[in-house]
């Protein structure tokens, strides 16, 4: 065992530096004295921890974690390519699910253009002008159903204003003509209800005085001719100061084709 002495002189030697030779040989005596002694003591073992193992898998020779890690690894890869394939196969599926029938269905297709090919061969010529004929004989007789007028109706106080339009029909369009029998153009209108009542015995076509409507002195003089247009006790059309659209004087074909360009009356 070193004594507290063979400590200090063994830190002293083992640090110490001599400038002379003797005293280099005498410290190499000693230090093989020294070495001697300390051969017989256990190794010292290094305070460093060793290296740790970082390796990722990837090398050729590893240890049994590496080995482990290779296998997650390869039923990692394994599993991944699995779920690809099982969405090739569903996507695949569909895709044919999309486009192949089944059996009862083309029967059902089948079936479905062998009847349409019977109703092509139904419907020819013959079989649409008897269709049509039929069709115009129903219209025809609606229209002999409806009321007949043929001729302008004169309203000749509000209450007839107000039963003209809610006491008709429904299905009957009323034309309204307010007038001023001092305008012109009131006149020419007239002229031109006339001839169209004739022309259209199913509308119902009226004329009242705007002073017996009730209505005010700049309409009596600047609103006039103006036509009114109710079907089903709505009005549907609202025409006002005809003569800035027809002029002063102006037909009866004018006013008809004014008319069915707004849908207020039917072609003929």
């Known amino acids: 065992m070193a004594t507290l002495e063979d400590k200090i002189l063994g830190e002293k030697l083992h640090n110490y ?24 003591k256990s190794p010292v073992v290094s305070s460093e921890a060793p290296p740790i193992n970082n390796w990722n898998g990837s090398a050729s020779n590893t240890g ?13 890869l394994e599993a991944e390519n ?10 695949l599926a569909k895709k044919f699910t999309l486009s192949v029938k089944t059996e009862r269905e083309e029967q059902q297709a089948k079936e479905k253009e062998e009847l349409e090919d019977e109703l092509n061969e139904l419907i020819d ?25 043929g001729k302008v109706i004169t309203l000749n106080n509000q209450e007839e204003f107000l039963n003209a339009i809610d006491k008709e029909d429904i299905n009957v369009t009323v034309i309204i003509h307010i007038y001023n029998r001092k305008v012109k153009p009131c006149t020419a209108m007239d ?3 006339n001839v169209l009542a004739a022309d ?62 707004y849908g207020m009356l039917p072609e003929n």
Request: aromatic share 10%.
């Open 125 to 149: 010529e013959e079989f649409l002008m008897k269709y049509q004929q039929q069709r115009i004989q129903e219209l025809m007789s609606q229209l002999k159903k409806a009321p007949k007028f």
């Open 82 to 91: 699995r779920k690809e394939l099982e969405k090739e196969r569903i996507a």
């Open 17 to 40: 530096c001599s400038s002379s030779e003797d005293e280099g040989s005498d410290d190499e005596e000693r230090s093989g004295d020294e070495e001697g002694e300390t051969s017989l």
């Open 191 to 193: 002229g031109c209800l």
């Open 64 to 76: 049994p974690k590496g080995v482990l890690e290779d296998w997650r690894r390869f039923k990692q």
């Open 200 to 261: 259209y015995p199913i509308i119902k076509f009226c004329r009242i005085d705007a002073d017996v409507a009730g209505l005010s002195q700049h309409f009596r003089v600047d609103g006039v001719p103006a036509l009114l247009v109710y079907k089903g006790g709505q009005i549907i059309g609202n025409f006002v100061q005809l003569a800035t659209e027809l002029g002063n004087d102006f037909f009866a074909v004018d006013v008809q084709r004014f008319l069915i360009e």
